[in-house]
């Protein structure tokens, strides 16, 4: 499968996202059909060390097993004890020129937000862009202004065939809209991992 279509549902999380066991989470996830998978343990009450090492191993394992897509955000360290299949970065952190020449065969997935990222972004390096926030988010407690569908529209018109995914305050209502915009999948945190019913929200996203 190719990489748009493997993006095309997109679940991210942590421990700290969490209200149950991400374990089971993230089962009921892939029950419901997502397509990759973004382990990203930051923040307040988020694991550390071993415990972040010991999760991420039980979440990669699971998404071997369904051949979902496992990436792990920010933190190079763990993509090689994690087997990840990739790493996805923002403005701020590790140049995607460095983690190229160091995991010349991994996805790199970079975060987009604005006109004056994009000036600075070498698109060219990278497999993926990650485009907002779409819509107001309370996950992220430093995510910038939100930018709307025509952030994607301008993207996906500026880079017809660089995959594109579109975050923040995505929801099975609006998701349609991120797609209509021209985004190759939709990511979400707070719409899975709070649902009551995790795999009725994965499957009908
Ligand atoms: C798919 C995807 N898109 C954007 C982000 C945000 O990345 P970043 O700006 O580095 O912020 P943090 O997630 O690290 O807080 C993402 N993680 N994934
Ligand atoms: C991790 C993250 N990155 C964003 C960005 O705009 O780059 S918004 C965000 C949080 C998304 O969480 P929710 O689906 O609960 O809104
Ligand atoms: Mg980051």
Redesign the pocket.
């Known amino acids: 499968m190719n990489l748009r279509k493997r993006l095309r549902k997109?679940l991210?999380m942590g421990s700290q996202n969490c209200p149950r066991d991400p374990v089971k989470i993230l089962e009921e996830a892939i029950a419901g059909g997502i397509t990759a998978f973004?382990f990203?343990e930051?923040?307040l009450g988020s694991l550390k060390g071993e415990d972040k090492l010991s999760l991420g191993q039980k979440l990669r394992k699971l998404c071997r097993q369904h051949d979902v897509l496992f990436?792990v955000?920010?933190d190079s360290v763990l993509v090689d004890p994690l087997e990840a299949d990739g790493i996805?970065?923002?403005?701020?952190?590790m140049s995607v020129k460095q983690l190229r020449s160091t995991f010349p065969n991994k996805i790199i997935?970079l975060?987009v937000?604005n006109e004056a990222e994009l000036k600075e972004s070498s698109v060219d390096v990278v497999d993926?862009?990650?485009?907002?926030p779409v819509f107001g988010t309370s996950t992220?407690l430093?995510?910038k202004v939100a930018v709307g569908v025509e952030w994607i529209e301008k993207l996906r018109g500026m880079y017809p065939d660089v995959p594109l995914?579109g975050?923040?305050g995505v929801t099975v209502r609006n998701s349609g809209l991120v797609l209509e915009a021209g985004a190759d999948g939709v990511?979400v945190i707070s719409a899975m991992t709070y649902a009551d019913d995790v795999r009725d929200v994965a499957s009908r996203l």
């Open positions: 997109y991210i973004q990203r930051k923040g990436i955000n920010d996805h970065v923002g403005q701020e952190d997935g975060s937000s993926y862009l990650g485009a907002g992220k430093d995510a995914v975050i923040g990511c």
